[in-house]
């Protein structure tokens, strides 16, 4: 059973930067998908961006240009970079691992952004 552990949250100013890391036990399959989502209060979770094992990568339009995904497969970690930060992105962070043998998600870490 693969567990994630996130750490990089925190309080920040508008047009700060923070860097998310999730870091993957459990043996994960070599082939996967790692993702990071977002929560903010009332409202549904969203997805913010996505990386494959190969590198592939995908981002939600609201993060475009400001978020960068990226991964260490030797570590089993990804990060999410996260640039210009705005108050509208202050919400709880989630990795999510998609494998072989099924998903699992991290507990969560809290970014808030201040105007």
């Known amino acids: 059973q693969v567990q994630l552990v996130e750490s990089g949250g925190g309080l920040v100013q508008a047009g700060g930067s923070l860097r998310l890391s999730c870091a993957a036990s459990?043996?994960?399959?070599?082939?996967?998908?790692m993702a990071w989502y977002r929560q903010a209060p009332g409202k549904p979770r969203e997805l913010v961006a996505t990386i494959t094992s190969g590198g592939s990568t995908n981002y939600a339009d609201s993060v475009k240009g400001r978020f960068t995904i990226s991964r260490d497969n030797a570590k089993n970690t990804v990060f999410l970079q996260m640039n210009s930060l705005k108050p509208e992105d202050t919400a709880v962070y989630y990795c999510?691992?998609?494998?072989?043998?099924?998903?699992?998600w991290g507990q969560g870490t809290q970014v808030t952004v201040s105007s």
């Open positions: 459990g043996s994960p399959s070599s082939i996967n998908a």
């Open positions: 999510r691992y998609s494998g072989v043998e099924g998903g699992a």
